[in-house]
T-cell receptor, first 112, second 114 residues
């Protein structure tokens, strides 16, 4: 099945620094999505990038997609304490065999 | 507020019991997804419904079943509960089926099996 795998598993940064996390997947995708989860809460959608797109921005977020390497990265610039959360990527393919599958996530801690 | 409502928020029960988790999707959303999140296994896809019909199945145990009703709400039934079933169960919804954009997640139902 499609499954994103995030790297690193955990990241600790100082407020104001940038945070970068990566997602790798195994087979062709239609789109890749990034979500954030605050501790014990529901996931919140951040950004969706389609397979024909290479880069997308939303506020302080920048997502890249390299379909040749089957990988994506999420960059959070000028991080804030409120960015402390787990971040997940999810991939979706071209048939219902490929469920919207999530990886194990990257836990980001932003130190004040 | 995502617009997806899950009940109950917390549930404590004993091994061998059966529970039902309920999900009301956002107004107008036809697709409902169920996920299980446990500490050691991340977010696992269980099952997806679209307009009342099962569309995709993940590693859902035979002891678990789900359905989506004509009013589009969905229920996840967990039976013969084991300690390992303790987890957060999330429901998510979106308007369409495959490749139709973001999922909206509920706040989850936290199940503790003692």
């Amino acid at each position: 099945s499609q499954q994103g795998e995030e790297d690193p598993q955990a990241l600790s940064i100082q407020e104001g620094e940038n945070a970068t996390m990566n997602c790798s997947y195994k087979t062709s995708i239609n789109n890749l999505q990034w979500y954030r989860q605050n501790s014990g809460r529901g996931l919140v959608h951040l950004i969706l990038i389609r397979s024909n797109e290479r880069e997308k921005h939303s506020g302080r977020l920048r997502v890249t997609l390299d379909t040749s390497k089957k990988s994506s990265s999420l960059l959070i610039t000028a991080s804030r304490a409120a960015d402390t959360a787990s971040y997940f990527c999810a991939t979706e393919g071209f048939s219902n065999d490929y469920k919207l599958s999530f990886g194990a996530g990257t836990t980001v801690t932003v130190r004040a | 507020d995502s617009g997806v409502t899950q009940t109950p928020k917390h549930l404590i029960t004993a091994t061998g019991q059966r529970v039902t988790l309920r999900c009301s999707p956002r107004s107008g959303d036809l697709s409902v997804y169920w996920y299980q999140q446990s500490l050691d296994q991340g977010l696992q896809f269980l099952i997806q419904y679209y307009n009342g019909e099962e569309r995709a199945k993940g590693n859902i145990l035979e002891r678990f079943s789900a359905q989506q009703f004509p009013d589009l709400h969905s229920e996840l039934n967990l039976s013969s509960l084991e300690l390992g079933d303790s987890a957060l169960y999330f429901c998510a919804s979106r308007k369409g089926g495959l490749n139709t954009g973001e999922l909206f997640f509920g706040e989850g139902s936290r199940l503790t099996v003692l």
